[in-house]
């Protein structure tokens, strides 16, 4: 029990101070938003249907650790209407990054649900299903229902991309942000976060891909319980209490009601053959060894093909058409962004944080600057190969459409 | 020994060569090589903020010295990094490099490039038993016209050849400055034993201060 608390205290001591740096990230030097980043965004685009289909969404790095959207030509048309001036401006969705997550791709999932708000504003036919199941509801209650609807889609469509990478990345920022001890508040715009991982956790068990991160090597036998567990501790020792801005009635209905209408709704977005299925769990399984080797995965060999051509080899030296059956087996396939950002979680859980455990939490003299500058080159590394195989993907992807 | 075709696709094929993204193995792997495509980081060389590399400093101001040195760009898949004539750049391989502990490799140009000028590398071709990374490339335009380079285009190639295994490999070499590289890389010469000699040595007959350990 002290041991827990203990391990919650310390846990609440670090997001204490990273809220306190994220404070500061204004004075951060940042630079202009890295391509990878474009062509991550581009391809959640691709998702959303032809008719409500947008060609581009703005990145705008931000100072503040809140990854927002907004749609930037409201803000000219508010500035211009009091001066009456004629505004037509096309819509210009636009997604906030927050600086110090630039280079670190495995927290742009939080983007693809950024990405799902610029959807779900288009999407007039949900818009009228949920108005149709509100009768009952009062116009304040309304508002906060389908605010927290919109969140909900979000999620979902989120989810139904990345699958369990959003829910290892949703935690971690729910973690991360809830340091005020907010994870299981509902606010009048967002259903609490706990509130949330259960619908992404259910959405998985749906797709039958909870087990992928069941399976990881922590002591713990589900990384969202242990995340779950551990913002649990935090609220307790912030002595916060839940509260819910709607009457408990209501929160069921969200729950019961919304989700399955919205659920249906992301399904005709993103369709079944678009989604990752547990048969493409083993393939990224071996994408996550070759990551623990420190080697790209923007592309990956057919193992089966390579163990057929390796007999060609048997007898030495080997004619022209059996080296075209090798050369066949060693090219390799592009592996899709949404497998890089999965393998890239799941290699974070097997391989990078039990190290950071033994390194933080171990009792050696090592001064904690030198286990911190450690740690942070561990996270550089895997961020930069990363970085490079959504190049060498899209590059890839480019060359085989034309 | 050069690596034949048929050696090149068995060591792949054991893995004992790594070259990845191999986007297209019938065209890239050659009869004792496998062209290498660009990458998207390149570095400008920018002069106009200083005189020399003055090694009287602190390390950590020669790495800033070095930084101001060169100037990074991006170029998005499918978009041109034009090379005016006469200008150098560093570039990088789209594909990450592996070499096992009995294999070295050594990087050329494609006589394609070539022909109108283009050089991948001025001196820096061996690649070491052992390497792990993307590579480096010192691109040089010699032709009379600028070249519009765009990224996943093959314009080098790495032949390998034998050798006995070697006692270190170079990833585990205490002065591997450039290895597990995934982009362009500047020059690390700081990092060479030798300026903490010439500095100790400056340091003596002028009194500098010596900042190396």
Known sequence: MWDRLATARRLSDIFKSIDNLHSQLQFVYGIWVRPEAHVFVKNVLEFIPPDRHLEKVNIILSNEYSFLESDLSSYVEAVLGPVNVQTDFQKSPSVFLPKIERDNPLNWAILVHECGHADFQGNSHLLDQLEAILPQADAPSKKILQRCAEEIYCDLFATQILEPAYLASFATFALVVAGGGGSEISSETHPADVVRIAIIQEALEKSNLKVVLAESRLDSNDISSLFYNALEERVKLERQYIRLPLEQPLQQFILQEFVDVIYEQVDQTISLSQQLTIKDFARIDGLVKRLSKGILIGSYQNPQLIESAKGNFSEGRIDSQKINEAKNAVQESRVLLWEIVNAGWLHKIEHIYPRAFTLFFDSDAKPLEEKIKSWGKELEEIDRLLLKSIESSEIQRLMEEV | MVLSDWEIVQALLKEEIIVTPLMNAKKQIGSSSIDVRLGTEFKLIRTVKQT????????????????????IVHVEPMQPFILHPGEFCLGSTLEYIVLPNNIAGRLEERSTWGRVGLQVHSTA?????????????????????????????????????????????????????????????????????????????????????????
Request: hydrophobic fraction near 30%; aromatic fraction near 16%.
């Open chain 2, 125 to 213: 071709g061996l690649i070491d038993p052992g390497f792990h990374g993307t590579l480096t490339f010192e691109l040089h335009n010699m032709g009379k016209l600028p070249l519009p380079l765009y990224p996943g285009v093959r314009v080098a190639q790495i032949s390998f050849h034998w050798c006995q295994p070697v006692s270190e490999i170079y990833v585990d070499k205490s002065g591997a400055k450039y290895a597990r590289s995934t982009g362009t890389k500047d020059t690390m010469f700081y990092e060479d034993y030798e300026y903490n000699q010439i500095q100790k040595f400056l340091s003596k007959k002028y009194g500098y201060q010596s900042y190396f350990s």
């Open chain 2, 52 to 71: 020399h590399f003055d090694l009287s400093v602190p390390i950590e101001q020669i790495k800033e010295q070095v930084r101001e040195y060169t100037e």
